[in-house]
């Protein structure tokens, strides 16, 4: 399949892209551009969808987000806010004419994408929400039950390390690895392209906006759009997996309230089904796609 990247310019610096399948804009079916998850994580782990582009006709556009993996690096706290990254989307969009265009989010890139939505662009001609959350406090209410069903060992690091400021313990991040390995990617070993990215994570970026998985203290601890979903008139594919960090009682609360919205819980998998079941997790989105462009 070809491949072509470049970057495309955002405020005074630039965010880098890839295309797979041939060049964006340019016809052939709508393109469907990745919003990965983070906050400042690159795209690597979500590679492949780039599968979702063979056979010609499609194009998969992936990006690094302002601040980490091949786009510009930049100390800049007052930039790690939500609108940052919602004009990052109208960015890209707009310099590579991808319009209409499906519009992929996963963890993160889906309150971004959510964010993106409300505010009513034109030529989106669907929605995938994988792994999706709608409200901050929701998920780390859940987040808080599934540490509690750790090791009892595994919880009191993680609870001690926190404590005292020391998250950048080797102990800290093993105990860490414990819930990842449940919640995140059940995979073993973990594929490459995961490792690559999760090794790339800006610690600052997600800091600033995030925290930590069952503590959130940054910008989006309060975020929650879940009231707004109605507002949403698009096709909208969920995914999410069986053993989740976004569980279900995360995800049911988008499926209901987004109209028609179709839901597809995949048995074997924790965040990453695409990884973890990838070629059932390609049949249903490439299904999806193609059931919103026959009608």
Not at 51 to 69: K, P, S
Not at 188 to 209: F, G, I
Not at 220 to 249: C, F, M, N
Request: proline share 7%; charged share 20%; net charge negative.
């Amino acid at each position: 399949m070809a491949v072509t990247e470049g970057t495309v310019p955002f405020r005074g610096f630039h965010t880098w892209y890839q295309a797979v399948g041939g060049s964006p804009g340019r016809g052939g079916k709508p393109p469907l551009l990745v919003v990965n998850g983070g906050p400042g994580c690159p795209h690597d782990y979500l590679q492949d969808l780039a599968l979702l582009a063979e056979g010609g006709g499609r194009t998969v556009v992936f990006y690094d987000q302002f601040g980490c993996g091949r786009s510009a690096h930049q100390d800049a706290p007052a930039l790690w806010v939500m609108d940052t990254f919602v004009d990052e989307i109208a960015a890209v969009r707009e310099t590579l004419g991808l319009d209409p265009v499906h519009l992929y989010g996963h963890s993160f890139g889906t309150q971004v994408a959510l964010e993106y939505m409300l505010g009513k662009p034109t030529g989106v001609a669907s929605l995938v929400l994988a792994g999706p959350l709608s409200s901050a406090p929701l998920y780390q209410e859940e987040a808080r039950r599934l540490k509690a069903t750790l090791p009892a060992e595994v919880q009191e690091t993680l609870d001690r390390h926190e404590a005292a400021g020391t998250v950048d313990d080797e102990e800290y991040v093993g105990a860490t690895m414990a819930y990842y390995r449940r919640f995140l990617c059940r995979t073993d070993p973990w594929p490459h392209h995961l490792v690559r990215s999760l090794a790339q994570v800006r610690e600052d970026v997600y800091a600033t906006m995030w925290g930590s998985e069952w503590n959130i203290t940054g910008n989006l601890k309060d975020w929650d759009v879940t009231d707004r979903l109605g507002e949403l008139d698009v096709p909208v594919l969920v995914t999410s997996g069986r053993y989740d960090v976004t569980t279900p009682a995360v995800v049911r609360p988008i499926v209901e309230g987004i109209p028609g919205a179709e839901w597809v819980l995949f048995e074997k998998s924790a965040h990453l089904p695409s990884i973890e079941e990838p070629e059932h997790y390609r049949q249903v989105v490439a299904g999806f796609l193609s059931e919103v462009e026959a009608d």
